[in-house]
């Protein structure tokens, strides 16, 4: 059969090829993840994914959540998944086993993420918040919070939100509205309402727990005077029992384009004056505290927008190997071919290939920064890679989903008619990936970040770790002959990408900073273009020193891996060159033109 | 109110001010054309789209249509809707009055096309494929026929539609199986199985007229021995009465991602032997009589996809104007502001804005061509509008919809979480919008189009005509010292395509002819995109003349036509420049690559 999500054979490539994860394996904290472990792993998420999840996929979509007088249904067959799910303890994968979690390398889970959200990424979001909410309370929570919470929700017996947006509120948090008022006991009467709140309400846990980003009464405007809260759906005794209703009400759920499985939800708080939390962290310091969940929100964001692309990816390989339409344009007596023989389906399922690869090593490559963090015992090394996750977390969510998007989008043209129709799978792909170029920080506004904070971090010693890192890969294919001419192009793109990083950030500083921002988002784009080309050059050269005497079913997907390169270098990096082209001569015409311009 | 749909103004200056069809009406078939008519036709046209048609496009997407027993019922909506459109004459509106036309000029009716086709896309199919259908019998049916059918058909009393599709035969419309057998009175009985026929059964109208494809008995294989036939629901008398139901079955419709308002229906014809056609034009002769509805479809699809566009950029021009986010970059202190005001949305404005604008003119100057050929008695200016609408027609229909797509793709990102919410328009917009990429020839085919007939056409003579028109409009906007840069710009793309275009028609002759066709989609990008600096530099080079002196509220009108073309000759062409080397430098990795290879 078909593989379906991902190629097993590439996940292998990255983690012991490419990254070699085993030798986390002698650490102590990692100890147990030798490579038959992670080989284990991988196979029972896949298993998982494929035989369980993928099923409740469609089912989903096409029925949805179902809202009738403040509660919601999730899709049936998805009651049992989570029951599934959380029997394989996978919603903590890497946190501590004493709050229920399995310790696992951000590397290798990596894998196990890719395979769970490419099989059904909108029943993911529930867990995906939980761990969220989770992470919050373990790094903000006092004991009793922990004792409280955590273990509940690290084993999927609660689930979690991440209660932000509001109305008013979208991409401006700080214009929130939602007010806490201190009670004599210390806890905190919450009042307002929220939107877009995903998981907000549900059938498939006896509690959600929200934190809640509110003002607390007198506090500063904007995001200075935001603090974050622990609100539970039911309110939790001491010793963990549940309370009474503690007034959050979900007051509808959104229409939406995909991702149906997953409830948007509108909640209001305290809309009787009886809902309750209590303060999560310092007050007045929620947005510092959410920005610890969103960061890492941003990478799951990262992994749910790639894993559509690899999975539609995968279909569309399959279809055109399957599917006999139109003659070899050079034999055309032979009669009807495989649509893969036609030169322009090839096009796009190597233009799909190589994005899919080089998102999958950045992706793995995040995680395991996260690793050698987690092993250091060197400050310097924990800062670089700390340094390296912050640079490429921009990239990760936005760069990623954005070509993620447009990889779905390939995968509904190379299945033509077919494409539109949805019985077939690839139109639902395209459909749920299209928010994760908006949740969590629209894409323009993490090409924001990029310029505006991640550029400049440490007088921009981080980029320039960042642009270390290519270069010692280009240093070691340079010793490659076969790899010689692509080399020279992503060592080309890398000193071009110096030169604009440069000069963006010079004119950010200037009285031109209007102009840099309006090219923020081609600066993430050449960014991420040179980052693929860095991914599929470490990727290539790995594969190159592997050829000799590889096994022969290995011969063709090293080769894979050259040809990923020579098309990437090819045929995007000359596009790359131009699109910094135009963000050096940083025409004026966006900031310049009149408002009434628009529309005459 | 906002305007919608379309900016009324940038109509009136493409009509008027870039193209002067006014100048139309001194010729007799279009004497009663004047500019006022003309406009009088654009604000009826308008006034019906906003009022009647948009309250009905979201009711087709959320009922859509529905299958029962064989019968398929439209949204309740679009009876009524079809009785006004009909009523008003504007199914057949550059036909002869004779036959129920209003024989307008081309250029004229694509404005009333825009405005129908971005209110309402889906129910605008079933006009748009009954014209069609006409068309074919106008064309090439007896007088018979034609007095039977063509004024039933141009009037709406019945609507039309296209056989082709089969399971195994879409792209490769030379696979396929349904059979015609000559009958002793001179008609065929037609025998086969056909899906995705758009419009193949509804209740709006008593009787549905098919053209279809099929092979006589005997008949070679392959495209050479398709014939076309003409096969109505109901049989019709003689006297235009109708008789017995013809044995066309509906058997099912399709659940798609977008166009819900229009039936996608599966039909069986001759299930029982009882489906009678008459021949329409020669036996074995029918691909080149639906070629000629084929070229005018691939017209309107991308009018449909463009319509999409200029509807999202019209929404998001107005969200942006009124939602109020974040604070202005340099302006932090004044609080909140509409978001058009934020670089990164100025952007996506802009990039909408040329796009819209260079595609509307790019859309109406095609018509334009059409109406030059009806109005001149040269042979040579005929023949040469025709070579341009011939190799214009796959830009308008393949880099159009590919564009059109990406505008509604930005739309949604302009309204940032709002734009995943399908209360809000442009959700729908984008998947109405998505499957212009894929039918009357996937964008995929007319790139072939494109590189395999029509740059080769009269040995290359078309291309020279349309590079001769483009240089003509360089030529003029050489006198104008403000758009120098601007100018310069465009040469330089046009001379660099130049070159392209001789570098392909070279590889697609040589041995490499696979590689060339590998880069048959960019260099269709790449037209595409000279063709768009050509329509911006035009316009630009019309609002620079008409600035002095300018009515003040048309200043900021001219002004943003000068911007579009400063933007996209600054930001997009350099993009081009880079996608030129690629295509230049014919990589052959996605030739070369071994199937193995996609997925190890």
Known sequence: MAQLIADRRDIEFVLHEQLNVEQLSKNDIFAEFNKKTVDMIVSEARNLAVKEMIPTWKEGDENGCVFDAGKVSVPASFHRLFEIYNAGEWLAMNEKPEWGGQGMPRSVSSAASEYFNGANYPFMMYSGLTHGAGKLVEEFGTDEQKNIFLKNLYTGKWT??????????????????????????????????????????????????????????????????ISLFLVPKFRVNKDGSLGAFNDVVCTGIEHKMGIHGNSTCSLTLGGKGECIGTLLGEENKGM???????????????????????????????????????????????????????????????????????????????GYCNDIIAVSDDQATRDKYQGLIEILTPVAKGYVTDRAFEVCNHAIQVYGGYGFIEEYPVAQLM?????????????????????????????????????????????????????????????????????????????????????????????????????????????????????????????????????????????????????????KATNGAMIEISEDSFIG
């Open 160 to 225: 979690g939100t991440m209660l932000l947006t509001e109305a008013g509120a979208g991409s401006d948090v700080g214009a929130l509205e939602t007010t806490a008022k201190k009670n004599d006991d210390g806890t905190y009467s919450i009042s307002g309402s929220k939107i877009f709140i995903s998981g907000g309400e549900h059938d498939m846990t006896e509690n959600i727990i929200h934190p809640v980003l509110a003002r607390i009464e007198g506090a500063p405007a904007g995001t200075k005077g």
């Open 288 to 366: 510092k505290a959410m920005f610890v969940m969103m960061n890492e929100a941003r990478l799951l964001v990262g992994m749910q927008g790639y894993s559509c692309a690899t999975t539609a990816y995968m279909y569309a390989v399959n279809y055109a190997k399957e599917r006999i339409q139109g003659a070899n344009l050079i034999k055309p007596q032979n009669g009807g071919v495989p649509i893969i023989q036609h030169p322009d389906v090839r096009r796009q399922l190597l233009i799909m290939k190589s994005y899919v690869e080089a998102m999958r090593s950045l992706l793995y490559f995040v």
């Open 431 to 583: 459909r749920d990936c299209r928010i994760t170029m908006i949740y969590e920080g629209t894409n323009g506004i993490q090409a924001m970040d990029l310029l505006g904070r991640k550029l400049g971090m440490k007088k921009g010693q981080v980029f320039m770790d960042l642009m270390g890192e290519i270069q010692n890969t280009i240093k070691t294919a340079k010793e490659l002959p076969t790899l010689a001419a692509a080399t020279e192009k992503v060592e080309t793109a890398l000193n071009k990408l110096g030169e604009v990083a440069m000069h963006m950030g010079k004119t950010a500083m200037s009285d031109k900073v209007l102009n840099a921002f309006a090219f923020a988002h081609p600066f993430l784009e050449v960014t991420g273009d040179v980052i693929m080309a860095w991914m599929l050059l470490w990727r290539a050269n790995t594969a190159a020193t592997k050829l000799d005497g590889a096994k022969k079913k290995d011969i063709p997907f090293y080769e894979g891996q050259m040809k990923s390169l020579e098309y990437f270098t090819s045929c995007v990096l000359p596009v790359t060159f131009g699109k910094m082209d135009a963000i």
